[in-house]
């Protein structure tokens, strides 16, 4: 028997961790997911080769993040979350959630453009369409927290509580369409907050703290009321096989759950890595000031001086 189109049998067994791990290799996030690791390791390898020097913690991520949508997508838990709502939110959150933080952590974009080559004068390479496109007004508008933030919410309500779920888990390249948009929901809504590569919005920390906690709420809503509903809310998970011996209003619950947690996990780590950047930048900018105190004698401790001085001459 098959689920939805897809050609998967339905007659799995009981869910446990060892059997949703086991890999199943599927073709289009495990082609995605060598490239992305391939072309990132392509472009290290090219700055260390010429000396430059590229942080480890940011490859490490990256890979992470890589390996994060591998395993969610290229084991049994994709099978298993065509079936089972528990196992399906635990991919949506980790790869709208958990996957995008790490890849942007990894600054592929700012790789990128140290590692492509600049086209000869006149004519356009990969590296000048990379920045035209960081410049582009179709990146301002879906980087900028008005777009992001409702995107970010509405991939969420607008897609289970409708019956637009279950028509792109009937086929396979919708599951594929709607994975690939919880990914790219998520690396447009942290991109502009705690992203390290450069973007046409970058307010300052605070502001970009209230735009974290501004969409996690909606997450923890919406968990809740998975958590509370009295029947089961999306078609798709309504009538589960029984070979998993499992009740739907039960895996629901454990979504919500799950969807719940997830609001509050991510939140932290990404405000530890905003801590950690503010420090970083202020810790910069404290460091360019001391240069041009060096360079030019300190004149604005001496210009300060001299005010004072004057203030204390006028109040004699």
Request: net charge positive; aromatic share 12%.
């Amino acid at each position: 028997m098959d689920h939805g189109g897809h050609g998967m049998t339905m007659d799995l067994p009981p869910f446990t961790l060892g059997r949703g791990l086991a890999f199943t290799g599927e073709p289009f996030f495990l082609v995605g997911s060598l490239l992305a690791l391939g072309l990132y390791g392509w472009a290290v390898v090219r700055l260390r080769r010429r000396g430059d020097a590229w942080p480890a913690g940011r490859t490490v991520s990256f890979v992470l993040g890589v390996l994060t949508i591998a395993v969610v997508m290229c084991t049994a838990l994709n099978d298993y979350g065509m079936v089972m709502f528990s196992v399906h939110m635990v991919q949506h959150m980790v790869i709208s959630m958990l996957s995008p933080i790490l890849l942007l952590l990894g600054a592929p974009i700012t790789l990128a453009l140290r590692a492509l080559p600049s086209a000869p004068r006149g004519r356009k390479g990969p590296r000048e369409l990379l920045v035209a496109l960081l410049h582009s007004r179709y990146v301002r508008v879906v980087s900028h927290p008005a777009f992001t933030i409702p995107l970010f919410i509405a991939s969420l309500y607008a897609l289970y509580f409708t019956r637009l779920f279950d028509l792109l888990m009937g086929s396979k390249p919708g599951h594929i369409a709607m994975m690939v948009h919880f990914l790219a929901v998520g690396l447009a809504f942290f991109w502009p907050i705690m992203g390290v590569d450069p973007g046409p919005h970058r307010p300052g920390y605070v502001m970009r703290m209230l735009e974290l906690f501004s969409g996690m709420p909606f997450h923890a809503f919406f968990g809740i009321a998975l958590m509370m509903a009295t029947s089961p809310m999306v078609g798709t998970y309504e009538h589960p096989p029984a070979s998993l011996g499992i009740d739907a209003l039960d895996d629901q619950q454990w979504a919500g759950g799950i969807a719940w947690a997830f609001s509050e996990i991510p939140s932290v780590v990404v405000l530890v890595a905003l801590v950690f950047q503010w420090y970083q930048s202020e810790q910069r900018q404290a460091r360019r000031k001391d240069r041009a105190a060096d360079r030019d004698g300190d004149k604005e401790l001496e210009a300060y001086n001299a005010y004072l001085a004057s203030l204390q001459a006028r109040g004699r």
